[in-house]
DNA sequence: GTCCAGGCTCTTT
DNA sequence: AAAGAGCATGGA
């Protein structure tokens, strides 16, 4: 990890706040505005030096390749912000709190697995669940502080893997769904390929064909693998946002998506994760 | 002990 | 299309 890469004078980038706002399980925290990250078959550093971001273990290439779409830089975030004021104070105040927030470009498959994990349960076991996966089913991939890192699983590795095996991981009833899922992208009965190139509702369509993806889940890797920004998650925080903040309540579906749509416009998703992260923080 | 967590599947209406 | 039961697990 001896290459280095430097973005000077970054704006509206804060690594804690993208480490804390739920879209990423596998960023460690090693010091203040520090992080271990393991992403897309790589560990990397990433830390502050003043507005300066520092990128350990990225060369130049690797991060014109895919480091800088993976954090998303290309993206004007001011225009972002400017698109999403003044439609409701609420919004406002989350989005001055969260002003750090970007929204990953991960990897599909991890996703698709990581949210399934994600269903009903809470970040921190999800966290745990991923590690436990990666540790059991990954690859090797260094040691950071003494510590060993590995690679998130292969489908392969995970269709092969048996269901007790699986639960060992803290996984749950979630375990066959894993399981099922990893198969299906194994045979190609699902195509990730199309969901990652086709519009956002045939690749909605697409990813819910999957074992353990419904609406909500399959909106996070919309938004967290596929650059859908107008994918808006909505899952029991938000659900007390929307009726408490926007005083709207409604379990149809099109009535949902109706309100979402005119209330937060084409950046929608953007405005959910400032908005998940603002509630989950006054809340706690 | 109960309640809840970035909900889903399956069944019934 | 929408509502309801059941679901593993760990922390508050």
């Known amino acids: 990890m001896d290459q280095e890469y430097r973005v000077k004078n970054i704006r509206n980038f804060s690594l804690?706040?993208?480490?804390?706002s739920g879209q990423s399980f596998r960023w460690i925290r090693q010091s203040e505005?520090?992080?271990t990250i393991i992403a897309l078959g790589a560990l990397i550093q990433a830390y502050m030096d003043g507005d300066d971001l520092v990128l350990k273990g990225v060369t130049q290439d690797s991060f014109e390749e895919k480091w800088a779409h993976y954090f998303d830089l290309d993206r004007d975030y001011d225009h972002v912000k400017a698109s999403l004021r003044n439609r409701d104070s609420f919004l406002d105040k989350a989005i001055e709190y969260g002003s750090g927030i970007r929204i990953l470009?991960?990897?599909?498959w991890e996703m698709m697995i990581t949210f399934i994990i994600s269903a009903n349960n809470n970040i921190p076991r999800i966290k745990n669940s991923v590690q436990?996966?990666?540790?059991?089913y990954g690859d090797y991939l260094g040691k950071v502080?003494?510590?060993?890192?590995?690679?998130?699983?292969?489908?392969?590795?995970l269709a092969k893997a048996s269901i007790t095996d699986l639960r060992k991981c803290g996984l749950g009833y979630r375990d066959r769904y894993i399981k099922r899922t990893s198969q299906m992208v194994l045979s190609n009965e699902v195509d990730l390929e199309l969901i990652?190139?086709?519009?956002?509702s045939k690749a909605k369509g697409e990813l819910m064909k999957c074992m353990g993806i419904g609406n909500k889940v399959a909106d996070c890797i919309l938004l967290f693998a596929c650059g859908h920004v107008d994918a808006f998650p909505v899952d029991t925080w938000l659900k007390k946002v929307l009726k408490t903040y926007f005083d709207f309540e409604s379990s149809k579906q099109v009535e949902?998506?109706?309100?979402?749509?005119?209330?937060?416009?084409?950046?929608?998703?953007?405005?959910?994760?400032?908005?998940?992260?603002?509630?989950?923080?006054?809340?706690?």
């Open 16 to 20: 804690y706040q993208i480490a804390d």
């Open 256 to 284: 949902v998506n109706a309100f979402i749509k005119e209330k937060f416009g084409r950046y929608s998703g953007i405005a959910q994760q400032y908005l998940f992260y603002y509630i989950r923080n006054i809340n706690n």
């Open 33 to 35: 505005e520090s992080y």
């Open 196 to 200: 990652m190139t086709e519009s956002i």
């Open 132 to 136: 436990a996966l990666s540790e059991t």
């Open 105 to 108: 470009n991960q990897d599909l």
């Open 145 to 157: 502080n003494d510590k060993p890192y590995y690679s998130f699983p292969k489908a392969e590795a």
